[in-house]
């Protein structure tokens, strides 16, 4: 792990990719990219108009396009909480990248994000979150080299134990 440039982040949307990874990026010196806004960006719309106008599968598609092209390096990764969904995409994040999983509860998902019906999650529509939460946490397992508990900790704790973690494999 040691010669790969990138920190990927992956994880359940609420777990803390997007802000604990522009902290992680401040504290290592890195660039900083959040591929939801990559994919926001190159459609135009939001994550909510893509799953609502063309469905959660063609916001899979956009986000396997989107992190398959990806061509960065020495750079802190949040990835879209359904970026697992799509090996391709999690294999070519992995030649020049760690990835850590930010491994959140449940009950902490529901309260960090209230209605997440209004977040873009990419999700079969009669799917719960309970269901999507038990089908993520596999996959996000499967591709984790390292795995970060951030319950009960500040997004600044779970940088300092992203950090702590990455400086013990180097």
Not at 5 to 24: A, D, H, R
Request: net charge negative; charged share 20%; glycine share 10%.
């Amino acid at each position: 792990m040691a010669d790969k440039s990138n920190i990927v982040l992956i994880g359940m949307p609420g777990s803390g990719k997007s802000t604990v990874g522009v902290l992680l990026a401040k504290a290592s010196g890195k660039g900083f990219v959040d591929t939801d806004l990559l994919i926001q960006s190159s459609t135009g719309c939001t994550l909510q108009q893509i799953v609502n106008t063309r469905g959660y599968e063609a916001l899979r598609d956009e986000e396997e396009r989107v992190l398959s092209s990806l061509a960065v390096s020495d750079h802190v990764i949040a990835t879209g909480g359904s970026a697992v969904y799509s090996h391709r995409a999690m294999e070519h994040l992995g030649k020049d990248g760690v990835i850590v999983f930010l491994d959140v509860s449940l009950a902490s998902i529901r309260q960090r994000i209230g209605d997440y019906s209004l977040r873009g999650i990419s999700k079969r529509p009669d799917q719960t979150l309970d269901e999507l939460f038990g089908e993520r946490l596999a996959l996000y397992q499967q591709y984790a080299d390292l795995t970060v508990d951030g319950n009960g900790r500040t997004q600044q704790q779970v940088c300092d134990a992203i950090l702590a973690r990455l400086s013990q494999v180097q």
